[in-house]
């Protein structure tokens, strides 16, 4: 069997679930690439790019905030757009971290009572 074809079988048979680390900083997201040993041209223009996000937000740590909880709401949505996807395993290793999960929670809660 291809290489390809046990891919599409597996695929096909198993739901997955995706783990999502919750990203709150430059630091934080090179953590996440050494863990995984992630590396090469995009992840570096990634880093770079968050760099200077950072850079723009200096002393604006809410705004901060704002821009990586905005950041993994996107890909919340991008993830739950998968096939065969079964659930999202959250990765809010950090302080920060737990804020944002604690935040985008709350932003599903429905805001009318219950009765």
């Given at each position: 069997m291809t290489a390809v074809l046990f891919r599409d079988r597996l695929t096909k048979a198993a739901r997955i679930v995706v783990g999502l680390p919750l990203i709150t900083s430059v630091d934080n997201l090179a953590f996440w690439f050494e863990l995984t040993q992630t590396?090469?041209?995009?992840?570096?223009?990634?880093?770079?790019?968050l760099k200077n996000?950072?850079?723009?937000?200096?002393?604006?740590?809410?705004?901060?905030?704002?821009?990586?909880?905005?950041?993994?709401?996107?890909?919340?949505?991008?993830?739950?757009?998968?096939?065969?996807?079964?659930?999202?395993?959250?990765?809010?290793v950090t302080p920060s971290g737990w804020r944002q999960f604690?935040?985008?929670?709350?932003?599903?809660?429905?805001?009318?009572?219950?009765?």
């Open positions: 590396s090469g041209k995009q992840v570096d223009a990634k880093l770079a790019e996000i950072e850079a723009d937000h200096l002393g604006d740590d809410s705004g901060l905030a704002a821009y990586f909880k905005l950041e993994s709401a996107r890909l919340i949505q991008y993830i739950k757009s998968l096939p065969d996807v079964a659930g999202i395993h959250f990765m809010p604690s935040s985008l929670l709350d932003d599903q809660r429905p805001t009318e009572e219950l009765s």
